[in-house]
């Protein structure tokens, strides 16, 4: 006996005339189709998950989401709206409305007007990895951890014109497939294959040179990985660290593989960035505040820059607790902490001009940290955003770091 396989198209042209009153009528149809499919809206706080009145199928019972949504669109002074269903979050009613979508930035309500609710225990453990995370862009941890919200890669769109220059993608990828086969000693041949292989720089002349330029800076950049990583690797390290904060018991946990003997040596090939100054800063706290045996307190972050050295603080776990207490509270709400501005303002001696410089997109800089969506979104209806407290958590998370380092000139 044949086997029927039906494409779920060709299964509703059979079920929707089926349970059709009238099978001729278009409206009968389209009613019968309504009955049987459920299209669901793309992300999970948009307003159709929380109308009243809406399909009960596609009722939502996040109460942080719905939240988050009637806050949103509560309307401002002078803003164009459009009446709006009833939204619920957890069966009450409320009125709400939405800014017309002709409405500029400058009119459209704010997104937070108060902290959410506290997190939950669950939230209270927290790895390594999380909060060098968190840092790296608060908002967009608290949009998409807490609240769901999937705002898509922050890079720029690759462009679609065959490149006439490298551009930082294409050498970050070439950068992460070749590092490993050169540090494994592969032959330089070898290696040129693999980075011909795949079309990340120009073709041509021109492109072939720029290619035997960067393969010598990244055969130099493995040589000196390599040097700093002789000595053989200790036995792991496991951390684990219980915070107060405000009597709640919160942890810190994370896992050492990569330890010797004069401390801790990470790379990325790239000038030193503010997210590089975290990775290696976060992680040194917590070796300071539990260490290992036979472990200099120290760690070495390589770059295409000066090394980055950071020593041995005063009172790791303190400094610790701090960056615990900021990740609670930003998980409640926006926090005005920007890396790349924060770096900006604190290694240039607290310039504010520096970090205005990092934070505002212009026609120049079109890719600021200011144009991130998330900040964009997160910080909607607030005033400008390094006028509040960006100066002083500046200064509570970059600061301890200067007083241990030992670096040159460095890129934002």
């Known amino acids: 006996m044949g086997r029927w396989l039906l494409r779920r198209s060709e299964l509703l042209d059979i079920l929707i005339p089926a349970i059709a009153e009238d099978p001729s009528s278009p409206d009968s ?55 709006q269903p009833d939204i619920d979050a957890d069966g009450g009613d409320d009125t ?11 009119t459209l309500p704010a997104f937070f007007t108060r902290p959410l609710a506290a997190p939950g225990p669950e939230w209270r453990e927290v790895s390594i990895d999380q909060l060098v995370e968190f840092f790296r862009n608060p908002c967009r941890y608290l949009l998409e951890r807490r609240l769901g919200i999937d705002l898509g890669p922050s890079a720029a769109e690759l462009l679609d014109d065959e490149p006439f220059l490298p551009d930082w993608p294409g050498r970050t990828a070439m950068a992460a497939r070749l590092l490993a086969p050169l540090l494994a000693g592969a032959a330089p041949q070898a290696v040129r294959q693999l980075a011909q292989a795949v079309h990340e720089w120009p073709s041509g002349a021109l492109g072939k040179q720029q290619l035997e330029r960067e393969l010598e800076s990244l055969a130099g950049f493995a040589d000196t990985i390599r040097a700093q990583t002789a000595a053989p690797c200790l036995a792991p390290h496991q951390v684990r660290l219980q915070i107060d904060i405000d009597g709640q018991a919160w942890h810190l946990a994370g896992h050492f593989a990569d330890l010797r003997t004069d401390g801790l040596v990470r790379w990325r090939y790239d000038s030193l960035r503010a997210g590089d100054v975290l990775a290696a800063w976060i992680p040194h706290l917590a070796l300071c505040a539990a260490p290992a045996a036979g472990v200099k ?31 609670r509270r930003g998980l409640c709400e926006p926090l005005e902490f920007f890396p790349k501005s924060a770096w900006a303002y604190v290694r240039n001696g607290e310039s504010f001009y520096a970090a205005s410089q990092a934070w505002t997109p212009t026609k120049n800089r079109p890719f600021a940290e200011g144009a991130d969506p998330a900040y ?30 030992d670096t040159g000139a460095s890129s934002p």
């Open 96 to 106: 709400s409305a939405e800014v017309d979508d002709d409405s500029t930035a400058d």
């Open 376 to 405: 964009r979104l997160a910080l909607r209806g607030r005033d400008d955003a390094l006028t509040g407290e960006f100066t002083e958590l500046a200064l509570q998370v970059f600061g301890p770091v200067l007083g241990v380092q």
């Open 297 to 327: 307190p120290q760690t070495l972050w390589l770059s295409l820059d000066d090394p980055l050295r950071l020593g041995s603080p005063v009172h790791p776990s303190v400094l610790l607790q701090n960056l615990v207490r900021l990740y």
């Open 29 to 83: 149809l389209a009613q019968a189709r309504r009955r049987l499919v459920v299209e669901h809206p793309l992300q999970p706080f948009s307003i159709e998950a929380f109308a009243i009145d809406g399909d009960s199928r596609l009722r939502s019972f996040n109460r942080e989401l719905g939240d988050a949504l009637r806050l949103s669109l509560q309307a401002v002074p002078g803003a164009a709206v459009r009446s």
